[in-house]
T-cell receptor, first 111, second 115 residues
Framework: DAKTTQPNSMESNEEEPVHLPCNHS???????IHWYRQLPSQGPEYVIH???SNVNNRMASLAIAEDRKSSTLILHRATLRDAAVYYC????????????FGGGTRLMVKP | GAGVSQSPSNKVTEKGKDVELRCDPI?????LYWYRQSLGQGLEFLIY????????KSGLPSDRFSAERTGGSVSTLTIQRTQQEDSAVYLC?????????????FGQGTRLTVV
């Protein structure tokens, strides 16, 4: 999978929106952008994915830059339960089909 | 519906013993992945199965590690002659297929402690 860069950690206040950035300047035209999160003591959990257009689901929104070299995961109202490590991953046709996890962003939510 | 199930949830073993970790993927999912996560570390890819194709074993750290998937469903990860550095959480995931446009579902993991 192509390389992604995320901040090591971020803080947010409960009930406020959170914007988690991800840079992927070497993305190719066929790479999908995936986001997973891992809550404490649990396995990773799928959040959202997209290719070119912005995507919304019940958990979050994914905003993809026009040049696709960056993306932002948006949590519209952070809750304490959203405290987790968030991983931004690119999946490409040459990746061997595994998900390659980087360091992710540790999101802390303050009450 | 049922998610990915792993057993046991916890395993303590003595150094030098063999262990088997089991993964039951979601029914109908053809892709299955094994990862491990050492304390405070990221996820390390181990092996990937897709349908009847030969598995991608490129992440297995040594020849003490092996995995099989019987009948395209249940998978077993075997670690022979366990060492203390094998202590980690072993995570299994499955997806409908292995394409770039599908999501993976993870189990809760097996916490392996080698003493």
């Amino acid at each position: 999978d192509a390389k992604t860069t995320q901040p090591n950690s971020m803080e947010s206040n409960e009930e406020e929106p959170v914007h988690l950035p991800c840079n992927h300047s070497t993305i190719s035209g066929t790479d999908y952008i995936h986001w997973y999160r891992q809550l404490p003591s649990q396995g990773p959990e799928y959040v959202i994915h997209g290719l070119t257009s912005n995507v919304n689901n019940r958990m979050a929104s994914l905003a993809i830059a026009e040049d696709r070299k960056s993306s932002t995961l948006i949590l519209h109202r952070a809750t304490l339960r959203d405290a987790a490590v968030y991983y931004c991953i690119l999946r490409d046709r040459n990746a061997g089909n595994m998900l390659t996890f980087g360091g992710g962003t540790r999101l802390m939510v303050k009450p | 519906g049922a998610g990915v199930s792993q057993s046991p949830s916890n395993k303590v073993t003595e150094k030098g013993k063999d262990v088997e970790l089991r993964c039951d993927p979601i029914s109908g999912h053809t892709a299955l992945y094994w990862y491990r996560q050492s304390l405070g570390q990221g996820l390390e890819f181990l092996i990937y199965f897709q349908g009847n194709s030969a598995p991608d074993k490129s992440g297995l750290p040594s020849d003490r590690f092996s995995a099989e998937r019987t009948g395209g469903s249940v998978s077993t990860l075997t670690i022979q002659r366990t060492q203390q550095e094998d202590s980690a959480v072993y995570l299994c995931a499955s997806s409908l297929d292995g394409t770039r446009n599908t999501e993976a579902f993870f189990g809760q993991g097996t916490r392996l402690t080698v003493v």
